[in-house]
């Protein structure tokens, strides 16, 4: 068996422009797979980026609310007064929220905005590249990827709810295509919204060694009509929601793909072995079982495709550092668990693009060895 | 001499209805172990057919082929890799060799197919490439080979198995004639040495000097005939060499007598004889 693997192999390499071809082809395959997959993941890890920056110990929201992504949520200043007055706290951030159309340039773009209640605040960007913070109403501080996206300088015009704000600031990490975080202080978002005497959430840090479940139930018994999340819990929905909504287009996408890649499999072991049709026979004739030339076609399949695999991984780390350069607006985001998951996947591609080949193997008439050139 | 390998009344045929061809038709012939025998005949007379059925490569319509006592016209499709390997050595015109092996790998590549121990395996290579003045080539791949050499290691792989039966189609057919005699020299010390049963099919008349026994091929048929003196002379329609005095196919024409390799080349010397007696 040892031997025929050996020719199996060696049939490989001495054909190295077509198992190139055929590997390179296959890589493209799963490159776009893994590559959508990784910009999907960047993108949904941006969609948490701000509250897992902000990092309270509990989330306060409107009854009915457990996230932030496409939510809204209104909650009388008073109860965060109330609840800051708890021993148990040590300090509580309110800020107003909205999800909106946001006017740059000539373009427009969906975005979060974050009002502010205070200039130098604990729910503000956490770092900026560029600029100050806020300190009028109508000044506005926006994720640093729009100046290379749209040109924006400081001192140029958002408007937000048919209102005006100067950009004075470009904060950093704030930025995704479903929801690019922008800051402005909440007079006059409060305004546009006419909800005044609310905020939208409430980040609550407690004094150190206090039980934080018993001071979410404690909350939730005492004040009416809110929610009380855990930090936890709060970025788990929110990720929860992201998944949701792009996970049937992964899905079509990496079914796409993954065809693809079956497909040039099974055009490349087939091309392989139409290539050594003769040869193949000449073994039949000299006792090679069917058994024996399936796993030699198997085997052949399987090394291109993982070599395949490797290979788009390869190409994948590289785009990912040319990203930031060539499209500075996509995020995309690696793990171990994003390049190995997809693997036994890939594994069972190549078992499915040997399937016709191995038939045609099967049925392969060794007297073919017989016939001359 | 014992029998190791019998055809009893086999016969395939190709196609049906007015286009059926009979390849083979009816044969039966018995080979002794050590004995050479010869199979000549035109090309299409149902040769290369023969030597598939007998090699189990090619299932017959109807009769028996017994190799070493087995019937292989008996056996399941699953059953005859294992036959093939371990009782027919076989040797192609065109050498046939796996291009990515070396010549020692070649040369092993039919042991392992079945569950053999290496060293004897090994062993016995390094006899055969030693045997067959292929030491200095062990290593070479065959692209790198001239023709003999590449059919010297075609007999070496046939032989590594330790057939009982050679199977060998023109085996001098692509070699100059020096190479082509070595061969046959080969050929005619395993049959003569090993006991083996070797069969030959071929063209080449020169091949005739080492056979035990020669039988013609024609339309599916077979033809007996000694190996003795001949009286050779060229088929006027094809130029193939053919034996005047055992030839089939003869005419008189203008008080000449012309002689025929096959029925065809006669039908078209009938056709238009002026175009092959100017």
């Known amino acids: ?373 | 001499m014992s029998t190791i390998l019998e055809t009893r009344n086999i016969s395939k045929s190709f196609g049906s209805g007015a286009a059926k061809v009979n390849a083979v038709d009816h044969i039966s012939l018995d080979i002794k172990m050590g004995e050479i025998l010869l199979i000549m005949g035109p090309s299409g007379s149902g040769k290369t057919t023969f030597l598939s059925m007998l090699g189990g490569l090619l299932s017959a319509d109807e009769g028996e082929v017994v190799i070493d006592g087995v019937d292989i016209t008996q056996l399941r499709q699953s059953q005859l890799p294992d036959i093939r390997a371990k009782t027919i050595g076989f040797i192609f015109q065109s050498f046939n060799l796996l291009e990515a092996l070396t010549v020692e790998e070649n040369i092993m590549f039919p042991a392992s197919l079945l569950d053999e121990k290496k060293e004897a395996v090994k062993q016995r290579c390094d006899e055969l490439i030693t045997k067959l003045g292929l030491q200095h080539r062990r290593n070479a791949l065959p692209q790198t080979l001239s023709g003999g050499e590449k059919q010297r290691v075609a007999i070496a792989r046939a032989l590594i198995n330790q057939p009982k039966v050679i199977l060998a189609d023109e085996p001098t057919g692509n070699l100059d004639s020096q190479s082509g005699q070595e061969v046959m020299m080969l050929l005619h010390d395993v049959a003569r040495d090993q006991g083996v049963a070797v069969l030959i099919v071929t063209h080449d008349p020169r091949v005739e000097d080492i056979a035990d026994r020669i039988l013609w091929l024609e339309d599916g048929k077979i033809i007996d005939r000694k190996a003795e003196s001949h009286q050779w002379i060229k088929d006027p329609v094809c130029g193939m060499r053919v034996d005047e005095w055992r030839a089939l196919h003869f005419i008189e024409y203008h008080g000449a007598r012309y002689a025929f390799c096959s029925r065809r080349c006669r039908e078209r010397f009938v056709a238009g004889p002026e175009k092959y007696t100017e």
């Open chain 1, 1 to 373: 068996m040892k031997m025929i693997l050996r020719w199996g192999f060696k049939t490989l390499t001495m054909q190295k422009a077509a198992t190139l071809a055929s590997m390179v082809g296959i890589s493209f395959s799963f490159l776009l797979a893994l590559f959508f997959a990784a910009v999907w993941q960047g993108e949904t890890e941006q969609i948490v980026a701000y509250p897992k920056k902000m990092n309270p110990d509990l989330w306060i929201m409107q009854e009915g609310v457990a996230n932030m992504h496409m939510a809204s949520s209104f909650v009388w200043d008073w109860k965060g007064e109330a609840i800051a007055k708890m021993p148990e706290v040590e300090r509580v951030t309110g800020f107003l929220y909205l999800n909106t159309v946001i006017q740059v340039k000539d373009n427009k773009l969906f975005g979060f905005v974050v009002g502010l209640t205070g200039e130098a605040n604990r729910a503000g960007p956490w770092a900026l590249s560029d600029g100050r913070s806020l300190k009028a109403p109508d000044e506005i501080i926006v994720p640093d990827t729009l100046r290379s996206i749209f040109g924006l300088t400081k001192g140029d015009t958002v408007q937000i709810v048919d209102k005006d704000y100067r950009v004075v600031g470009f904060s950093q990490g704030t930025y995704s295509t479903a929801n690019p975080v922008f800051f402005v202080l909440k007079e006059k978002l409060q305004d546009s919204l006419a909800s005044e005497g609310t905020l939208s959430y409430f980040l609550l840090d407690a004094k150190p060694d206090v039980d934080i479940k018993a001071l979410q139930q404690k909350i939730m018994a005492e004040i009416d009509n809110i929610n009380v999340v855990s930090q936890a819990q709060f970025i788990a929905n929110d990720y929860e929601m992201a998944t949701q909504m792009g996970a049937e287009t992964i899905l079509i996408m990496t079914l796409i793909c993954s065809t693809l890649a079956a497909l040039i499999i099974g055009y490349a072991c087939y091309s392989l072995a139409i290539k050594k049709r003769k040869e193949l026979a000449i073994i039949k004739a000299m006792g090679g079982k069917a058994h024996q030339l399936v796993t030699v076609v198997l085997l052949q399949s399987i090394s291109v495709t993982l070599l395949a695999y490797v290979l788009a991984i390869v190409f994948l780390l590289l785009l990912s550092v040319a990203m930031p350069w060539v499209a500075p607006q996509i995020t995309v985001a690696l793990s171990l668990s994003l390049l190995v998951k997809p693997a036994p996947f890939a594994f069972i591609i190549a078992i499915i693009g040997s399937i016709y080949p191995a038939i045609k193997l099967v049925r392969l008439d060794p007297a073919i060895a017989y016939k001359n050139g």
